[in-house]
């Protein structure tokens, strides 16, 4: 098993910037790669961003690609969500999620991905 806790969610002035923190334990080796998605209200849950622990190629939603950042810390064990330039569309909970090694399936979709954290609540006033 892996668990995973999503820190730095809180509130933002819109043009702001914000760093969302993954942090996970447990069973890391077997983590092939983390993302973040985020559900806002009334709405489903998105893709966000996903990095390959490995080698640390990066996926992106089309719409965020240029304000989001994505890295990762693997002595860590931690996955980071930059986001820059933020609007009230941001506002949203932020999910971590992993996908251990060997997953098949869209980087795109959350089926595909095994373990989630809790969420954190970004919110962000104009």
């Known amino acids: 098993q892996v668990q995973l806790v999503e820190s730095g969610g809180g509130l933002a002035q819109a043009g702001g910037s914000l760093t969302l923190s993954c942090a996970a334990s447990g069973r890391t080796g077997s983590v092939g790669a983390m993302g973040w998605f985020r559900q806002a209200p009334g709405k489903d849950r998105e893709f966000v961003a996903v990095?390959?622990?490995?080698?640390?190629?990066?996926l992106y939603a089309y719409s965020l690609k240029g304000r989001f950042t994505i890295s990762r810390d693997n002595a860590k064990n931690t996955a980071d969500l930059r986001m820059n330039s933020m609007n009230p569309e941001d506002t949203a909970v932020y999910y971590c999620?992993?996908?251990?090694?060997?997953?098949?399936?869209?980087?795109?979709?959350?089926?595909?991905?095994?373990?989630w954290g809790q969420g954190t609540p970004v919110t962000v006033s104009s």
């Open positions: 990095i390959t622990w490995r080698d640390g190629r990066t």
């Open positions: 999620a992993a996908r251990q090694i060997g997953s098949v399936g869209s980087y795109y979709t959350a089926e595909t991905y095994n373990y």
